[in-house]
């Protein structure tokens, strides 16, 4: 059978992007030739059915994000242009609305126009808005949620081609690339879909800080991650190991910060950790795996040292769980090695997986 993948264009828009390293702009790491590149490599292994995703509205966004940042998405960039901004400029916030800023003042009120808002909402220079982002987030949810979908309809493992990414995205913040949390809307859709317990397995480089703090102190969800130590890796203000969760979810969240030139044994021994947490849940749905490729050796902001065929070990240990999988693209911006990376991964995954339903 071959795997599902949901892939469409909608992000291609989402393009002409500049971030800000250092006070510097230069051209965005997360672009559109990322998605190109993984979804030419896997068509061109014959073992994947390429569809389109299908509509689902804007309940499931609203049932993780906020509706101020979700008004702020969609409107920040054509407030931007009514305020007589440059069409040519994506848009970046140009103040940060810092719990030190407030300090004692009840302040309440928001400025009129979106795009002067980013601030409230936006936690790095990393995140630009342009005239197709809204409309690629908004995609990259519908992707996600077909993506599950496919499982829910009986396929062992589905990935989901989604642009913009989604883990550093909080219940209202954006934030490193993101925009909408298309893994925490497909875990919380599994919810109510009636499942009891999900598990969210990050994989990308980076700490997810926005599944995390969305999942915090719930009890049904499981987090778990492998990522770069935040000690000296962006996101920088989370992702410790002594992060666990809070309340109904203490315990729930599970961090295995990574040293740098981590290789592919020492990823395997953390992940072995992270795998076992999810048996110990006991998911009663599909895993949402968080799938990014920037742990790659080559990648050109991140520090850990996986080689190609590491994915395809990597895509096996996630199927020893004998779950379906809901994959998910997160990062991962080494595009000469994403598509080989992504046939590795995915092959792995479903290699085993197809043992166990034989
Ligand atoms: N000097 C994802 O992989 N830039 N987001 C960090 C550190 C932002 C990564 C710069 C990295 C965001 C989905
Ligand atoms: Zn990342």
Known sequence: ???????????????????LVAGRPVPCYEMPQ???AIRDALMATDNYALDAPTDHGPDPIAAVHALEVIDLVEHAWSDAIAAGRDPGQPLLPDTFLLREYAGPMPLERMPLGRHDRLGAFCFDTATPIVAGTASAARAAVDI??????RVLDGAPVAFGLCRPPGHHAGRRLIGGYC???NAAIVAEAVLAR???RVAILDVDFHHGNGTQQIFWDRGDVLYGSLHGDPSAIYPYFSGHASERGGGAGEGLTLNLPLPPETDGDAYLGALEEGLAAIRAFEPDAPVVLSLGLDTYHADPICNLALETSDYARIGNAVASLGMPVVAILEGGYAIEALGANAVSFLGGLADSTVGFSA
């Open 1 to 19: 059978m071959p795997i599902p993948l949901i892939a469409s264009d909608h992000h291609l828009a989402h393009d002409g992007l500049i971030e």
């Open 34 to 36: 990322r998605v190109t």
């Open 144 to 149: 996600a949620l077909t993506t599950l979908d």
């Open 179 to 181: 925009y909408f949390n």
């Open 194 to 196: 009636g499942a009891q």
